[in-house]
């Protein structure tokens, strides 16, 4: 079924379609229209959702921890400051092993405030346990959603799944996009039948128990062991995924890497603005590629290393700034994922896109040029670099 | 599936249960916290007249009763909190300084 919707509409109607048992709702732009448009659902009958509208998103993070714990499917959307007021709860979900979903519509953190796109609240939370699957616009959102469950309930994953879209960018704008029939929805994720539950009277249970020192790192190992194994689930699901409805996933997307010499690394909607810009490109003869990091947690650094193995010039470009002052959490990954490689591409670091910086087709197609210069001469000048902002200085 | 007594600090990671779930309830009881005691009461038997004053003020389970008498401490889960000597209205109960009851 074809229709027309935003991100945040896409998402609500899958939400609809997973059926969850319960939702932490509690608003926050851009994300406010995904419980909103499900509020509508539960007031209907179309779903047998518990709606629990908290007074805070550290409450709507904390609702999704006890009912998992207790048994229940559970969903939520954040954005921006609302994340990061789950931020101990975060790990609390992770640390107890509770799969729940959570949709993160990304915006800047604050401050100075600002209510528009970039990747710092999810970026903040990437080491909190929690897995991270990145949307490049409405259909993946929506994927994304339903592959979820799938991969975070399974019992040797067992993890938190933050699905993650841009905001307004992606949450607002509207597209043609491609629905699943509920009935074939229902089928794929199944029940939530976790082995141990709070609410299994034969068994009872103690959920997140105070760890002393002689056993938290056991735990700790166990939680690294979980998201590594989750990589396989991720792909197997994927596969499970494109037999329902065509459409095919993997950890990463390589855009017209076969021969590519001069390459991009990023995460999410630029990277359509980015294939538009390669596209170009190749029709002036430049061997431009692009590589989406779509699961970023766990981070496909084998595959990344695969991807850029021809390469001779990449530019990894990340829309949060880590404030390292050594480069944007994306650059240190792909750098990490490169060092085993004989052969290394030439690799800077772009800082873009903050707090809603628009980005064009202009600008990716000024950065190719930038990156055949460094194959060219070698010369790589500053590794790390912000685009985007008005400067005195020529940027390049 | 592994219980909580099976699990103790040589236990390797494998065995170790997801999130640290404890599958069994009430396992407290075995887990002797009167260790960490630094002020202790003794029990004055023929001071007492078993107004059981004490015994639901106890924060914790270190007063046992039996026919209606009230026993010696039981030191397995008390913290040395005091308040069973604040509320005796007889010099029943004597807090002395130490992890360990002595006259």
């Known amino acids: 079924m074809i229709k027309q919707l935003s991100g945040n509409e896409a998402v609500a109607y899958a939400l609809k379609q997973l059926n969850p048992d319960v939702m932490g709702a509690f608003p926050i732009t851009p994300s406010t229209e995904i419980p909103e448009y499900f509020a509508q659902y539960v007031a209907d009958g179309q779903v047998n959702t518990e709606f629990v509208t908290v007074e805070s998103e550290h409450s709507s993070m904390s609702v999704c921890i006890a009912a998992q714990a207790a048994g229940a499917r559970t969903v939520c959307a954040t954005s921006s400051c609302g994340l990061a007021l789950m931020y101990e709860l975060l790990y609390v979900a992770a640390s107890c092993r509770l799969p729940i979903t959570l949709v993160c519509v990304n915006r800047a953190l604050s401050g100075p405030i600002n209510i528009n796109n970039d990747h710092s609240d999810s970026m903040g939370a990437r080491d909190s346990g929690w897995i991270q699957i990145y949307a490049e616009n409405n259909q993946e959102a929506y994927d994304n959603v339903i592959m979820a469950m799938p991969i975070g309930e399974t019992p040797w994953v067992r993890l938190p799944v933050m699905t993650c879209m841009d905001g307004f960018i992606t949450s607002h704008a509207v597209e043609n996009m491609q629905l699943l029939d509920s009935d074939v929805v229902k089928r794929f994720v199944g029940e939530y039948k976790p082995e141990n539950y709070l609410l299994k009277k034969e068994n009872p249970l103690a959920v997140g128990p105070y760890d002393i020192s002689a056993y938290y790192m056991e735990h700790k190992v166990l939680q690294a062991e979980a998201m590594k194994a989750a990589k396989a689930r991720i792909l197997e699901v994927a596969a499970e995924f494109e037999r329902i409805s065509g459409r095919s996933y993997g950890l990463l997307e390589e855009y017209r890497m076969e021969d590519a010499e001069l390459a991009l690394v990023l995460i999410g909607s630029t990277a359509g603005t980015a294939k538009a810009a390669v596209d170009r490109l190749r029709e002036k003869g430049v061997k431009a590629g692009l590589v989406k990091i779509r699961v970023f947690r766990p981070f496909p650094g084998q595959e990344l290393a695969k991807a850029l193995a021809g390469t001779r010039a990449v530019a990894v470009m990340d829309k949060s700034e880590g404030f390292s002052a050594n480069g944007g959490p994306l650059f240190s990954e792909t750098c990490s994922a490169l060092y085993d490689c004989k052969e290394r591409p030439y690799l800077i670091n772009i800082v873009y896109g903050l707090g809603g910086r628009d980005v064009t087709t202009g600008d990716i197609e000024k950065l190719f040029g930038r990156l055949a210069n460094i194959a060219e001469t070698g010369d790589i000048g500053s590794v790390y670099t912000h685009m985007g902002q008005r400067s005195r200085e020529e940027i390049a | ?103």
Not at chain 2, 50 to 60: E, G, R, S, Y
């Open chain 2, 1 to 103: 599936m592994i219980n909580a007594q099976d699990i103790n600090e040589k236990t390797p990671w494998q065995d170790l249960t997801p999130g640290g779930e404890i599958y069994e309830a009430g396992t407290a009881r075995a887990f002797n916290t009167g260790v960490w005691r630094t002020n202790t009461p003794v029990f004055h038997a023929q001071a007492c007249k078993h107004c059981m004053l004490c015994v639901p003020f106890c924060p914790d389970s270190a007063i046992p009763v039996k026919d209606g008498k009230r026993l010696d401490f039981n030191y397995m889960h008390c913290k040395g909190c005091g308040i069973c000597e604040n509320v005796c209205p007889f010099p029943a109960i004597t807090m002395v300084t130490g992890g360990v009851p002595h006259d």
